[in-house]
């Protein structure tokens, strides 16, 4: 194969109604890439279930593709930080993407989509081994500069950050303590922790007669990513998915209302002060801080991963 075009569903479109499935300028950025980075893409869109899914992976991803050469041209896809999506996913959430006159913004909803989308893309290389992590940040924003010049979390405060997190646990706030932990567990965002419901929330055999449980971030009706539970956050889950209607989100504010990126520092620093960490640094942990270390451990693991498989 020498084009993503030849997978099922992506047929390049060049002209109106010629039988193409696919945007032809989509597909042709996709071949544009090196030749690792094309494999990695092509393998993950092959997996896709359906045509459907192939179709919105390849269209978001080169949507996010294009925004990167505008950001910065030397910054390679398989080079991206968790920082690097927060602020493409913020700036589609304002409707700073959008080339038209109108800049309308995105929905939350369909912004929490295109993240789901671009953390199946870079789930699937980090299992491959083969994301290229530098440690050269792409361009700041004022929002980010005080997040980015933080210094990450030791070993050591991350395991004072999950005693912090039983503290939570303990003193009843269940929904603060269960988001800390899978945070800190799966670097997961706060749009994906925001959408998590009772459905999301799997037990999966592992053959040795143990039941680890998973949760899993839906785009769509079919595409998923799957990521394990801790065992300190299992029974808080058990505990919020027992209180929670079906369809609803499973963590709320007190008063039902959606979480958000504020409120999930919020949690982050209370567990942080609860389990001993020093006020000051308590108070400068961010969300993000937690997605880049959870990916550098990610990373650490890489060696031991299988390659790439060749075209599919």
């Known amino acids: 194969m020498t084009s993503i075009g030849h997978l099922p569903g992506l047929r390049p479109r060049r002209r109106p109604r010629d039988g193409g499935e696919a945007a032809g300028g989509d597909v042709d950025l996709v071949d544009a890439l090196d030749p690792l980075t094309w494999r990695t893409v092509a393998a993950w869109l092959h997996d896709k279930p359906s045509a459907a899914t192939r179709q919105v992976g390849l269209q978001v991803l080169a949507s996010f593709l294009r925004w990167l050469r505008g950001t910065d041209q030397a910054l390679e896809l398989l080079a991206v930080t968790g920082a690097h999506l927060d602020t493409y996913c913020e700036l589609a959430r304002t409707g700073a993407l959008t080339r ?8 939350t909803r369909t912004v929490a989509r295109k993240r789901s989308v671009l953390l199946s893309f870079y789930a699937f290389a980090w299992q491959h081994g083969v994301v290229r992590h530098n440690q050269v940040p792409g361009p700041l924003t004022a ?4 997040i ?11 395991r004072l950050l999950r005693q912090g997190v039983a503290c939570l646990a303990a003193d009843g706030r269940t929904a603060e303590a269960a988001a800390v932990a899978l945070l800190e567990s799966t670097g997961a965002g706060a749009d994906a922790l925001a959408g998590l419901t009772r459905q999301d929330v799997h037990s999966v055999a592992d053959g040795a007669g143990s039941r680890p449980a998973v949760i899993t971030v839906h785009h769509g009706r079919d595409d998923v990513v799957a990521f394990p539970v801790p065992p300190l956050a299992r029974p808080l889950l058990r505990v919020l998915c027992a209180s929670r209607p079906a369809g609803e989100p499973l963590i709320r504010r007190s ?9 999930l520092s919020d949690a982050l620093t209370d567990a942080a002060l609860a389990g001993g960490i020093a006020e000051q640094r308590a108070r400068d942990l961010h969300p993000r801080m937690l997605r880049a270390v959870t990916v550098t451990d990610l990373l650490g693991d890489s060696g031991t991963l299988p390659p790439p498989r060749p075209h599919p």
Do not use: H, I, M, Q
Not at 101 to 107: G, V
């Open 100 to 107: 038209t006159p109108a800049r309308k913004p995105l929905s």
């Open 143 to 146: 929002r980010n500069r005080r």
């Open 148 to 158: 980015a010049g933080t210094p990450p979390l030791t070993r050591e405060e991350r």
């Open 255 to 263: 008063d039902g209302r959606p979480v958000d990126v504020d409120w």
